[in-house]
Nanobody, 117 residues
Framework: VQLQASGGGLVQAGDSLRLSCATSVRPWYMAWFRQAPGKEREFVSGVGLISRTDYGDSVKGRFTISRDNEKNTVYLQMNSLKIEDTAVYYC???????????????WGQGTQVTVSS
């Protein structure tokens, strides 16, 4: 199983970015996590096969997750980015709807998002 994340970069506060993660399978649940230096991996957002979504409190209203089941790809549209959104973003796939990182089966390699002032 392969996951390939892309779309990270360096932006200014208030800007937008769109992350993509293509997988080699069609999983039940696809999610994004992020990890900032010195912090634990944090659930950002998840989406099920029938497109029910979940968001972490810190991104609710600013980020939108979606998936294309024909392309086996999950997207994360990030708007109104803040400096505290700076982190490595990871995509993950699993068999259940969960916010717990340890319950995911496969992970992408991570893509860096840096938000400057």
């Amino acid at each position: 199983v392969q996951l390939q994340a892309s779309g990270g970069g360096l932006v200014q506060a208030g800007d937008s970015l769109r992350l993509s993660c293509a997988t080699s399978v069609r999983p039940w649940y696809m999610a994004w996590f992020r990890q900032a230096p010195g912090k634990e991996r944090e659930f950002v957002s998840g989406v099920g096969l029938i497109s029910r979504t979940d968001y972490g409190d810190s991104v609710k209203g600013r980020f939108t997750i979606s998936r294309d089941n024909e392309k086996n790809t999950v997207y994360l549209q990030m708007n109104s980015l803040k400096i505290e959104d700076t982190a490595v973003y990871y995509c993950a796939i699993g068999r259940i709807e969960t916010r717990v990182a340890a319950q995911y089966d496969y992970w992408g390699q991570g893509t860096q998002v840096t938000v400057s002032s």
